[in-house]
């Protein structure tokens, strides 16, 4: 197995880590020819305006829209869940999104004074305990298709700095953070910025499902 790791700007070298930990392949994607031979791509994270900006100027866009769209399994991080979402709200107009997981996000939801924060999340189907969560100016879901499964929500609350409110939803409502649609994987948050490797395990297994 070898999975590609889009490499036009954002935390590269840390998913690839993550996956060297659990023994897989990866590669670094920077041109078409890049995506030949992958069985999986990670979309990091960084600035998904730039990424955006980059995938045109790279001639990576369409290309990658192909082989996403003939369902090569996909796991999207913070700007790479906002590069695979449906909609995307408060970002640049010329930003584009590759539609591939029915999610509307909104860029930078978490709100700027508290671009930040950490917290535990219980993961469906991930023994082991809770997960530890880095949000860093990360997007809100602020609607999930019928189809997305939810894998993990937070539930913002006033009453704890750390479970920071959203923006423009009410305390006490549970937010998806980590979902799933088919071949597709996307996290608000980095998973290759902790230790734990059980999210990156997870894509691995859906990789391992799909080709059995
Ligand atoms: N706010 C960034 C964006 O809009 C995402 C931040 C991140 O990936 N940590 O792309």
Aim: with cysteine; aromatic share 4%.
């Amino acid at each position: 197995m070898e999975i590609g790791v889009l490499a036009l700007q954002g935390d590269v070298s840390e998913h690839r880590r993550a996956f060297a930990d659990l023994g897989v392949q990866t590669r670094p994607v920077r041109t078409p020819g890049d995506l030949g031979a992958v069985d999986g791509i990670v979309l990091p994270g960084g600035e998904s305006t730039t990424m955006s900006l980059l995938l045109a100027s790279s001639e990576l866009m369409e290309p990658l829209r192909k082989v996403l769209s003939s369902g090569l399994p996909a796991f999207g991080t913070c700007a790479g869940m906002i590069l695979l979402a449906a909609r995307i709200t408060d970002g640049r107009p010329d930003q584009r999104c590759y539609g591939i997981i029915d999610l509307t996000v909104q860029r930078n939801g978490y709100g700027r004074q508290r671009r930040s924060f950490e917290c535990d999340l219980d993961v469906l189907g991930t023994g082991g305990g809770p997960v530890h969560a880095v949000f860093i100016r990360a997007p809100l879901v602020v609607e999930a298709g019928p189809d997305v499964e939810v894998l993990a929500s937070l539930l913002p609350s006033p009453d704890d700095e750390k479970r920071a409110p959203a923006t423009g939803i009410p305390a006490m409502t549970a937010v998806p953070v980590l979902c799933r649609q088919g071949p597709v994987l996307v996290s608000a948050f980095h998973p290759e910025l902790t230790g734990d490797r059980r999210l990156h395990q997870m894509f691995v297994s859906m990789i391992e499902d799909r080709e059995r």
